[in-house]
């Protein structure tokens, strides 16, 4: 793939090492995620004018809502919400680039900054971490991968089941320059988040490890999926047993669930993989179900959610515990407050696999 040569592959011969402890730190404690960059940037109501900046100011378009852009016209505000997560207490923060891929910055005309999103985005995550980071408690940046607003396993057409309006291969070339972009500009680790549709998933993790071939760096892989309704599926239809086992083989450092039904509703799912995964599990949950009168859009308060995630933590669910929808820095002081002394999760063999 030809990149430009702001975006030039980094020598392999550099080792990437900022992520090589975290295998350790997961062993060790619960590890706190962030919470939800989005809710976060609502709190500033910004208009129009503020999501165009100066250099986007006579944009044809409206690109309101475009929260990945702001990286590039309000880095400020993007950096300070990252150190208000790591002033609470985050060990891990995902960059502001959930839907900066072409794919989903095409429905703006944006498609061609993806590249400039990502390298901008991972550098104001990394330039957060290595403010907050100290020799005890280092902090990483999480390339933040989302599954686009595109599916390739559902039709987009009742009457024609077949029609697709995405394809495996454009899914996996804006995968692939969106993990080279963010890799580029300093992330520790990925973060294949909010999966609804597994095929969506394995042209990400199928991009991801052509980008390890490539540059010879391989950096730890999360991958979260979540679950739409109480049915316990993902929206193409997977059990989180059968999400779990078509997944597997990318070796992920974690794997679990965030955002969808809340906490409350998340649990047997969660417990249900605690069991299933030879690997740490994550679960960064939204703040309770979704309620348009609330100001976080969401009901749960600081106390409900982290007396939810104790809850799992102390029935040895969990090593990653953070928040998604709805959620604030002070769901996750909360959170890591509640969580801090509680043991993380063991599987059967883990020190066996790990030696």
Not at 138 to 143: C, D, E, I, N, T
Request: with cysteine.
């Amino acid at each position: 793939m030809n990149q430009p040569a702001e975006h030039a592959t980094p020598s392999a011969a550099t080792p990437y090492t900022r992520a090589a402890s975290l295998p350790a730190l997961l062993a060790s404690r619960i590890v706190i995620l962030d919470g939800a960059m989005g809710t976060m940037i609502q709190r500033y109501k910004l208009d129009e004018a503020a999501y165009r900046g100066e250099r986007f100011k006579d944009y044809a378009r409206d690109i309101k809502g475009n929260n990945e852009l702001l990286s590039l016209t309000q880095p400020q505000i993007i950096s300070e919400i990252h150190e208000q997560y790591l002033a609470a207490g985050a060990d891990i923060i995902e960059t502001n680039t959930f839907g900066a891929t072409t794919v989903a910055q095409d429905d703006y005309g944006m498609g061609e900054l993806a590249i400039e999103m990502n390298i901008q985005s991972a550098k104001l995550a990394r330039a957060a971490c290595d403010k907050y980071s100290t020799p005890d408690k280092p902090r990483f940046a999480a390339g933040a991968i989302g599954p686009t607003p595109k599916t390739a396993s559902i039709s987009p057409d009742v009457n024609d089941p077949g029609a697709r309006n995405v394809t495996f291969e454009e899914l996996r070339r804006a995968y692939y320059e969106q993990a080279k972009a963010l890799m580029d500009g300093g992330c520790d680790l990925f973060l294949v988040e909010t999966i609804f549709d597994t095929l969506n998933a394995k042209a990400a993790l199928f991009a991801l490890d052509q980008l390890f071939e490539d540059t010879g760096e391989v950096l730890p892989i999360m991958i979260s999926g979540t679950v739409t309704d109480a049915s316990g599926r993902i929206l193409s239809g997977q059990t989180v047993e059968a999400f779990w086992n078509s997944l597997r083989h990318a070796k992920p450092l974690t794997f679990g669930l965030n955002c969808a039904l809340g906490a409350a509703l998340m649990r047997p799912y969660i417990a249900e993989l605690a069991k299933l995964c030879d690997t740490y599990v994550s679960c960064y949950p939204n703040a309770g179900l979704p309620n348009p009168m609330s100001d976080t859009g969401f009901d749960e308060t600081p106390a409900d959610t982290s007396a939810l995630l104790k809850e799992f933590a102390s029935a040895g669910l969990v090593n990653v515990a953070g928040g998604c929808c709805g959620t604030t820095p002070e769901h996750i002081a909360a959170i890591a407050r509640a969580l801090a002394e509680i043991k993380p999760r063991r599987w059967p063999g883990q020190y066996r696999d790990a030696a």
